[in-house]
């Protein structure tokens, strides 16, 4: 027999009024869903989602959800959701609550399988796809301005509302985080030069590193479409390299792309001479002015 759970979504309007645009909700629960789906993976059960009628006061919808196999969390599968959903604000209070629930329903009286139980707790309330979900929740939301907070409630408990105000809509929503890198000494070994016109790629090796990058001097790319350069096993060039790092919203990095910005000479074999280009004379007479002309301020 299914222990049935039941929790309130109660979206609240700045107009007063009880209708939400449909593609928006659709869109925003198919999130919610998502991630509701996954938080029943991680208690090891296949949820079984219902909805029920709506409720006047802004717009309130319920879900119902059916347990067919008990996890030793299923009890607390309503704290655990109102967690991910408002855990910006919430986090310590709901935090224990889920654990004391959960350790109370367990009986135990053994201090290490309590820590053990704990350590999973915690492991299961730090998942980064259902954290995802949640982010495009949020965004979709946080997008419709007529939604000026959102409520979260256990009927089955009956317990208090927990609100999240529109200006934390924000906290829960994750972003990409991009740094640069500038080097301007590069020495970049070329495997494979791009020969023609077109945005191709180039190859080669940098810091024992195979790349792909792109040629953003427009100048030397026509020299070498024009063959004035040739390319043998060993050549490279002398470059300034942007290195452009995209971090995921967990800190993991996500990809990272080359772009050689300003050429400043060729060089044959890894011994031979560097030739330079017009910008690589001019970089080294720069150079040369910076370390023997001290400015008028040292």
Request: proline share 2%; net charge positive; hydrophobic share 30%.
């Given at each position: 027999m299914k222990d049935l759970n039941k929790l309130e979504i109660h979206y609240y309007f700045n107009d007063g009024s009880?209708?939400?645009?449909?593609?928006?909700?659709?869109?925003?629960e198919k999130e919610l869903l998502d991630a509701i789906r996954k938080i029943g993976e991680l208690l090891d059960n296949e949820l079984d989602i219902e909805t029920e009628a709506y409720q006047e006061g802004g717009l309130v919808e319920w879900f119902a959800f059916g347990l067919p196999v008990?996890?030793?969390?299923?009890?607390a599968?309503?704290?655990?959701?109102?967690?991910?959903?408002?855990?910006?604000?919430?986090?310590?209070?709901?935090d224990k609550k889920i654990k004391e629930e959960t350790l109370t329903n367990l009986q135990l009286n053994n201090i290490f399988k309590i820590k053990e139980i704990e350590k999973d707790i915690d492991n299961k309330l730090d998942n980064k796809l259902v954290q995802k979900y949640i982010s495009n929740f949020y965004k979709r939301i946080n997008d419709y301005k007529k939604v000026e907070k959102i409520g979260f409630k256990d009927i089955k408990n009956d317990s208090e509302e927990l609100i999240v105000e529109r200006q934390y809509f924000k906290n829960f929503i994750l972003e990409d985080n991009v740094t640069l890198e500038e080097d301007d000494d590069a020495m970049i070994?070329?495997?494979?030069?791009?020969?023609?016109?077109?945005k191709y790629n180039w190859?080669?090796?940098?810091?024992?590193?195979?790349?792909?990058?792109s040629m953003g001097d427009s100048k030397?790319?026509?020299?070498?479409?024009?063959?004035?350069?040739?390319?043998?096993?060993?050549?490279?060039?002398s470059c300034h390299l942007q290195i452009?790092?995209?971090?995921?919203?967990?800190?993991?990095?996500?990809?990272?792309?080359?772009?050689?910005?300003?050429?400043?000479?060729?060089?044959?074999?890894?011994?031979?001479?560097?030739?330079?280009?017009?910008?690589?004379?001019?970089?080294?007479?720069?150079?040369?002015?910076?370390?023997?002309?001290?400015?008028?301020?040292?």
């Open positions: 009880h209708s939400m645009n449909a593609f928006v909700r659709n869109k925003a008990l996890h030793y969390l299923s009890p599968i309503n704290n655990i959701i109102t967690h991910y959903f408002t855990k910006n604000a919430n986090l310590e209070e709901l070994e070329i495997i494979s030069p791009v020969l023609k016109e077109g190859r080669g090796k940098y810091k024992d590193e195979k790349v792909d990058f030397f790319k026509q020299e070498v479409i024009e063959g004035k350069h040739t390319f043998l096993n060993g050549s490279l060039i452009k790092t995209t971090f995921d919203e967990f800190g993991d990095e996500k990809r990272k792309t080359y772009s050689v910005q300003k050429v400043y000479g060729t060089q044959e074999l890894e011994l031979g001479e560097l030739k330079l280009r017009e910008s690589g004379k001019k970089k080294k007479h720069d150079k040369w002015f910076t370390d023997h002309c001290p400015s008028l301020f040292d």
